[in-house]
């Protein structure tokens, strides 16, 4: 009898589980209906790709999405955005979970065998981040007994330490969001990640942080589609159109204006 | 022992000591709260708009409850397989057949000695390896849930059962039961109402443990502080709120806990005589200290 | 193997860091243990409630969190370290002894709740004989009750410690590392998993067998102690 009660709470967990399985879901997109479009963003990065307290998107990399999907002839309420975390993006487009993924995207050969780009439409730099008053910080190689800040597994920040500055400390956060709490307080003196990246930090702040402006890599952002997808060329076009009619540097302004980085002239569609 | 034991009902002296001692005690204690609130003061953490966001239902709509389902999703998963898994090799350990129960012990003492973040670890990187794909962050985090928990719970039942007196097992024998017979009508429902209290103790630590799904990036409760500070940079009165959720959540189960203890310990009384292990068990002591 | 030659250095060194934080805040533990174990139990009902909220605070919140605390709060908020631009300690020291002081915290409210029932198996004639010959409050727990519930709970204890040990990974989460920059263990393990996917299994079996090696002794140790120093009633 006491069995039975215990099968009975068993039973009752599993149904809650599997329950509370269905509703987690459903943000994965199982209406995979022709109507929609499902997007990989990133839910985290504010100016970017970020999902706002109230449910709202927001961001350039979301702009330039909508953008896009309009120009393919969907409307606003048919975009689906889907969080697209760096370790899943290619299993994303290869499975069908996103039709397309604009989130912070790099091109590499490497990638390029697995799945297709279009763009690129924004080419970033590997950069840093300081308070608006430093000066003694003007580039990779000035780091040496400064304190840099990164997120935990990220090449950059060891690229700086094994390649420029040997004598610098590094802090590593889960996330940048951190970072800049740390470089607010001035318990480290700079950040380090993809100069857009910062500039979407630095907006948040107007007047507090600026980007030292001495990239030393560059990242070349595409938007990632199934191998052999027959909207590439016409995505192209769409990112060269928005490079034209005003778009994309609307899109910059809209997200990134108030982040004392300045907007680079488009980049070159390239048409592999 | 009751703690009243180690000392004399005070006299008039030691009254008034004591009174000296508690009035120090709150001068000092006062004054470590008066530093943190006005240290936090001077930083802004008490500013309004740090905390607004929580009596907004937005935040807790998209954030907040969310960041809970998650939670008690991944507890839900978790502390059921891990009653599985300990069910299955508590009988295993104790089978009399030596090729099961050396690898059931093996396996349970493993789990056991090592941290559970590497177990999650282990079980998301091997994911591409083994072709499912994408990587499913749930699933490493229950499973890892699980193979700690289930080892505890495995030794919890183990202790419950071998605390019995042999009597039980022998009368079930004599009476023409085989031992798996034993086991599962005899021995194991009176081992787990025994151990009952100390199961659920260890679902409790089970909810708390869900939290490692954190280091992955699993959006349960711990990662929705990200979230917020990212939203409205209030890092330390998001984590002050979502710690207050979690100590709530686990005083909820741990009142469960103890309605359950009270119903057993009732029904235990005119139920035959159950070996108890006493205070002091060494399962359940680590079992509530895991994070 | 090219494993071990590529990485043999930091997952020692990686170990080695995770040994000195677990010896630290397994000494902090206990001695923060047996503080709060006394704090229940004195006279003074003050005492016995704060006690009673430092354990029941520390014991219903994540490891993860209070780490995040320690850093955020102490360091970021209360400068505990002095103001940031005066502080020379380096990032990595500064990060261990907070890694050190959470689960210290942490792990002392354990450590008093073992203590505190091996109190409880302390017969009551002890503790009366010892109120009769006239001895005082800290008397009666330093000579009479404390040492008896010592020995009656040092597997508990052990159980406790090894829990210890493996929570050391939680440290993983405010970045503590070496002075040349090496995580405590399993951010190593997970550094090496993300650089190496396909030899997952083995670096698993790697970072397994170094906890044990650090895990396991405690337990045996703790069972021979116990034997040795049973209290015999």
């Known amino acids: 009898m006491k069995l039975k009660k215990i099968a009975a709470i068993a039973g009752a967990l599993a149904l809650a589980g599997s329950l509370a399985a269905c509703g987690g879901s459903d943000d994965t997109g199982s209406d995979a209906g022709g109507d929609k479009i499902k997007i990989g963003i990133k839910f985290d990065q504010p100016g970017l790709g970020f999902k706002e307290a109230d449910g709202d998107y927001s961001g350039f990399d979301v702009d330039m999405a909508e953008y896009i999907a309009e120009g393919l002839g969907y409307d606003d309420d048919q975009i689906q955005f889907v969080e697209a975390v760096s370790a899943n993006r290619e299993t994303f487009l290869k499975d069908g979970t996103v039709d397309m993924i604009l989130a912070t995207y790099s091109i590499t050969d490497e990638r390029k065998a697995e799945v297709d780009f279009a763009g690129p439409y924004y080419v970033a730099g590997q950069d840093l981040l300081v308070k608006a008053d430093n000066t003694d910080i003007t580039g990779p190689d000035s780091l040496n007994g400064k304190k840099l800040c990164s997120v935990t597994g990220s090449t950059p920040a060891q690229n700086i330490k094994d390649n420029y500055s040997k004598q610098a400390q590094l802090q590593e956060f889960d996330t940048y969001s951190k970072c800049v709490t740390a470089l607010q307080g001035g318990q480290i003196d700079a950040m380090s990640t993809d100069d857009i990246i910062l500039a979407g930090y630095a907006e948040q702040f107007p007047g507090e942080f600026k980007i030292v402006g001495a990239p030393f890599s560059e990242e070349n952002y595409g938007v990632g589609l199934p191998k052999g997808s027959e909207d590439r060329d016409k995505i192209n076009d769409l990112i060269e159109k928005s490079f034209e009619d005003g778009a994309w540097e609307e899109a910059f302004n809209d997200n990134l204006g108030e982040s004392g980085y300045q907007l680079p002239e488009p980049p070159t569609v390239d048409r592999y | ?291 | 193997m090219d494993l071990f030659s590529e990485y043999g250095s930091a997952i020692l060194e990686a170990f080695l860091l995770t040994l000195r934080l677990a010896v630290f805040s397994g000494t902090f533990a206990l001695l923060l243990g047996v503080v709060l174990a006394v704090f229940r139990v004195s006279p003074v009902p003050v005492l016995r409630w704060i006690g009673a909220a430092i354990v029941y605070t520390f014991r219903n919140t994540p490891l993860t969190l209070v780490m995040f605390f320690a850093l955020f709060g102490l360091v970021y908020q209360l400068h505990i370290y002095g103001p940031p631009e005066e502080v020379t300690l380096s990032l990595s020291e500064q990060n261990f002894w907070m890694a050190v002081l959470a689960l210290s915290v942490y792990t002392s409210t354990f450590v008093c709740e073992v203590l505190r029932s091996g109190i409880n198996t302390v017969p009551l004639g002890q503790a009366e004989a010892a109120r009769a010959v006239g001895l005082t409050f800290s008397q009666n727990l330093r000579l009479i009750v404390l040492p008896q519930a010592l020995r009656s709970v040092l597997n508990p204890l052990a159980s406790v410690i090894i829990a210890m040990i493996k929570n050391t990974t939680v440290a993983v989460t405010i970045g503590v590392v070496t002075a040349t920059g090496v995580n405590e263990a399993s951010g190593q393990m997970r550094t090496m998993m993300e650089n190496e996917p396909n030899q997952i299994v083995l670096i698993f079996i790697i970072f397994s067998i170094g906890f044990m090696l650090m895990t396991l002794p405690v337990g045996f140790l703790a069972g021979w102690a116990s034997k040795k120093f049973a209290v015999i009633r």
């Open chain 2, 1 to 291: 022992m009751s703690t009243s034991v180690l000392y004399d009902a005070p006299g008039p002296r030691a009254k008034a000591l004591n009174w000296v001692y508690s009035g120090v005690t709150l001068v000092v204690l006062g004054f470590v709260a008066w530093l943190v609130f006005s240290k936090f003061n001077e930083t802004g953490q008490w500013e309004s708009e740090k905390w607004t966001p929580f009596i907004d239902a937005d935040v807790w709509n998209n954030l907040l409850i969310p960041g809970m389902i998650e939670t008690l999703r991944a507890f839900a998963v978790g502390s059921l397989l891990a009653m599985v898994f300990g069910f299955v090799f508590a009988v295993g350990r104790l089978s009399n057949l030596k090729f099961v129960s050396i690898p059931c012990g093996i396996v349970v003492e493993f789990f056991r000695s090592i941290p559970m973040l590497l177990l999650m670890f282990f079980i998301y990187f091997m994911q591409p390896s083994l072709g499912i794909t994408p990587t499913s962050i749930f699933w490493a985090v229950v499973l890892g849930l699980m193979l700690y928990n289930g080892s505890v719970i495995a030794e919890i039942i183990r202790a419950g059962v071998r605390a019995l007196p042999k009597g039980q097992e022998e009368a079930g024998v004599a009476i023409g039961l085989t031992s798996g017979q034993v086991m599962r009508t005899i021995l194991l429902p009176q081992a787990v109402r025994s151990m009952l209290p100390a199961i659920i103790a260890q679902l409790v630590v089970l909810l708390k443990d869900t939290a490692l799904g954190y280091v992955l990036g699993y959006s349960e409760l711990l990662n929705q502080v990200k979230q917020l500070d990212t939203n409205f940079h209030n890092l330390i009165p998001a984590a002050i709120v979502v710690a207050v959720i979690y100590i709530a959540l686990n005083t909820v189960l741990g009142l469960v806990a103890t309605w359950i203890e009270g119903r057993t310990r009732r029904v235990a009384r005119t139920a035959a005589p159950v070996g108890h292990a006493g205070a002091v068990d060494p399962v359940a002591d680590e079992a509530a200290l895991a994070k």
